[in-house]
Nanobody, 126 residues
């Protein structure tokens, strides 16, 4: 079965950086689109960045230019490099993976039938 384990969260000051990792197992890593979402209490889960099976990426407007999603197919690991963090980036960050579905965008597939990790918490102080 699909398993996703996030790591790398923590507490940083505004302007700092963090690199999140998501170790994946239980499926053919390169055949799934993947993404990072985040959620704060009382709010809906927000898509941060996704990477499709062809390597194309999409970012939320709020993080574009500061955050980079990447993956290592040999290591079955998804990454999220976050720079210039600000307090608004404070959230629980979740990794998600969904099988390629040609009729949907990657983020639609992730929201519709994605597999999810348990999350890693990021706290940014001012």
């Amino acid at each position: 079965r699909v398993q996703l384990v996030e790591s790398g969260g923590g507490s940083v000051q505004a302007g700092g950086s963090l690199r999140l990792s998501c170790a994946a197992s239980g499926y053919v890593f390169s055949s799934y689109c993947m993404g990072w979402f985040r959620q704060t209490p009382g709010k809906e889960r927000e898509g941060v960045a996704v990477i499709d099976t062809d390597g194309s990426t999409t970012y939320a407007v709020s993080v574009k230019g500061r955050i980079t999603i990447s993956k290592d197919n040999a290591e079955n690991t998804l990454y999220l490099q976050m720079n210039s963090l600000n307090p608004e980036d404070t959230a629980m960050y979740y990794c998600a993976a969904a099988p390629y579905e040609p009729r949907l965008t990657c983020i639609q597939a992730l929201r519709g039938f994605g597999n999810w990790g348990q999350g890693t918490k990021v706290t940014v102080s001012s």
